[in-house]
T-cell receptor
Framework: GDSVTQMEGPVTLSEEACLTI???????????LFWYVQYPGEGLQLLLK?????DKGSNKGFEATYRKETTSFHLEKGSVQVSDSAVYFC????????????FGQGTILTVHP | DADVTQTPRNRITKTGKRIMLECSQT?????MYWYRQDPGLGLRLIYY???????NKGEISDGYSVSRQAQAKFSLSLESAIPNQTALYFC???????????FGPGTRLLVL
């Protein structure tokens, strides 16, 4: 079945450091890919998405590129802030599905001043 | 006001008790979903509904039931709670293009 694997966490960084959270997927076709973010005490929010190979999603300084050849969708940010501290989830959705999202296990990010 | 609300936000119950978690949305979406979140496992889909008359099982529906009382309301029930149903439960909605799902704040459930 379809699956998403994220890098092990938690990740702890100092403010202004570079961030990369790895995400790879297994799917029988060509899924749409997403990054969701969960701030403390809140539900998940869509951060960015890409719907086809080589697409780059971006939002709030975060970027991720859909790499079909490596089945990856790594999340990057050049300079993190304390306010970026959250749990980040990579997810996929197959085009033929009913809206079902398959999530990775989540990566906790903590940014210190 | 939040677009997707869940009640209660926290609940402690005992094994064997029946419990209902409620979800309401003001986004006017037809599609609603229930997920559970467990540490290290991400979110897993319990049930989903495309409209009031269309309810479907997700990947982990055993031990749960749902009711879609109206377009805006989707309730999740645990008929006889057991400790391994201790988790964080999320309701979500989407429109006919399910690319973006809007999540409620979650209900933290502890079954003793």
């Amino acid at each position: 079945g379809d699956s998403v694997t994220q890098m092990e966490g938690p990740v702890t960084l100092s403010e202004e450091a570079c961030l990369t959270i790895n995400c790879t997927y297994t799917a029988t076709g060509y899924p749409s890919l997403f990054w969701y973010v969960q701030y403390p005490g809140e539900g998940l929010q869509l951060l960015l998405k890409a719907t086809k190979a080589d697409d780059k999603g971006s939002n709030k300084g975060f970027e991720a590129t859909y790499r079909k050849e490596t089945t990856s969708f790594h999340l990057e940010k050049g300079s993190v802030q304390v306010s970026d501290s959250a749990v980040y989830f990579c997810a996929l959705r197959m085009g033929t599905s009913y809206g079902k999202l398959t999530f990775g296990q989540g990566t906790i990010l903590t940014v210190h001043p | 006001d939040a677009d997707v609300t869940q009640t209660p936000r926290n609940r402690i119950t005992k094994t064997g008790k029946r419990i209902m978690l409620e979800c309401s949305q003001t986004k006017g979406h037809d599609r609603m979903y229930w997920y559970r979140q467990d540490p290290g496992l991400g979110l897993r889909l319990i049930y989903y509904s495309f409209d009031v008359k269309d309810i479907n099982k997700g990947e982990i529906s055993d031990g749960y039931s749902v009711s879609r009382q109206a377009q805006a309301k989707f309730s999740l029930s645990l008929e006889s709670a057991i400790p391994n149903q201790t988790a964080l439960y999320f309701c979500a909605t989407s429109d006919w293009e399910p690319e973006t799902q809007y999540f409620g704040p979650g209900t933290r459930l502890l079954v003793l």
